[in-house]
């Protein structure tokens, strides 16, 4: 239904890749696996979409699907703390395929509680109508 074929790179780093869909006006972070993720790779995950579009996307599709990432407990704190502040995003979603990530995205929310409704998803494309539905 939503095809990853129209993505644009916005910007490659060694943690992710940050996608842009702009049909739909989505930001989509795609975690790359066997891979620590600390406060400042949230912060420069934040400033650099930030930096696109004038960070005016509404929609943020999380996708963690690869190989174990771990994110530390600060980051988790600090990404959930810069998501309404410095986003126009209304929402986000997150995309994850095996128990492992269930467990820390559940974590994510119900500890951290992001600052915008936040949902996990193990079907991509209901992640995606999820975030269309206003």
């Known amino acids: 239904m939503f095809p990853i074929l129209n993505r644009k790179i916005i910007a490659e780093r060694a943690y992710a890749t940050l996608y ?24 420069d995950l934040v400033n650099t979409s930030l930096s696109f579009n004038n960070g005016t996307n509404k929609r943020a599709l999380i996708t963690a ?26 929402k986000m979603a997150i995309y994850v395929n095996n128990m492992g990530y269930k467990l820390i995205a559940n974590f994510f929310i119900s500890v951290n509680k992001p600052s915008i409704p ?17």
């Not at 600090?78 to 209304?90: H, N, V, Y």
């Open 65 to 90: 699907t690869k190989l174990f990432i771990n994110m530390s407990p600060e980051a988790r704190a600090q990404f959930s703390k810069m998501l309404r502040p410095a986003f126009k995003t209304e």
């Open 20 to 43: 842009y869909i702009p049909n739909i006006d989505l930001i989509e972070v795609v975690f790359i696996g066997a891979t620590e993720i600390g406060k400042n790779e949230v912060i």
């Open 118 to 134: 936040t949902k996990m998803f193990s079907n991509r494309d209901k992640a995606i109508e999820w975030l269309l539905m206003e």
